[in-house]
Structures are given as structure tokens and as C-alpha cells.
Nanobody, 128 residues
């Protein structure tokens, strides 16, 4: 059983930065394509960033491009989301997601249906 453990959320002011981390555990030696999603109240869960298992390819949503950066450590099955210049509209529960792929797989997945494993979510609140 694969578990995703997220950390790094919190309450910040507009313009501040946060770094989210997500570590996958449970299957030694596995590698994953991973993504960060967020869900605000009464809104659909949306992908904000994703990274391939190889780490070579990434995706960022237009709403966060230039402000959020996804990176990963395949050896540790860990993914990070560096969030800079945070805005009140970034307020949401942020979820980490993963799907097992071989290390050289360069596919990036933006659809939540592509992911098998999900974290419990971490709240990010940005005050104005």
C-alpha cells in the first residue's frame, strides 16, 4: 500500500512564500509521476503542477505559472511545490497525487483520473 504524506501548508499573507512537500512510502524502489492539485470550497479539484517520473518534464497551470515551481527527488519518491508571491485566490486544500511509472517515463499527467494515490491534503490560506 502506497501512502503519500504532505507537509508545509499554513496561513500566510499575500506575497509570502510556502513550500509544500510530499513523500511517497510503502513500495521500496518504486518511482512515480506526481502532481499537486488544489480544491477551494465549492470548486472542482484542479491540477496546479505535475512532474514526470523522470523529472525531466513538468506542467504548471496558467494561474500559477511564474509563481509556483514543482520539483522532485525520484530517489526519495518526494515532490515539492515552491509557491511564491501567494495570492488570496491560492487559498485551498492542496493535495499530492501519484501514479507509479518507470524511472525514464516522461509523461506528465494533469487529469486527476490519471492518479492512483492521494495524500490527505494540506490547507493553504493566504490572507490579503
Amino acid at each position: 500500500q502506497v501512502q503519500l504524506v504532505e507537509s508545509g501548508g499554513g496561513l500566510v499573507q499575500a506575497g509570502d512564500s510556502l513550500r509544500l512537500s510530499c513523500a511517497a512510502s510503502g513500495r521500496t524502489g518504486s518511482t512515480y509521476a506526481m502532481g499537486w492539485f488544489r480544491q477551494a470550497p465549492a470548486k472542482e479539484r484542479e491540477c496546479v503542477a505535475a512532474i514526470s517520473a523522470s523529472g525531466r518534464n513538468t506542467y504548471s497551470a496558467d494561474s500559477v505559472k511564474g509563481r509556483f515551481t514543482i520539483s522532485g527527488d525520484a530517489a526519495k519518491s518526494t515532490v515539492y511545490l515552491q509557491m511564491n508571491s501567494l495570492k488570496p485566490e491560492d487559498t485551498a486544500v492542496y493535495y499530492c497525487a501519484a501514479v507509479r511509472r518507470v524511472l525514464n517515463n516522461g509523461n506528465v499527467y494533469q487529469e486527476k483520473e490519471s492518479y492512483v494515490y492521494w495524500g490527505q491534503g494540506t490547507q493553504v490560506t493566504v490572507s490579503s
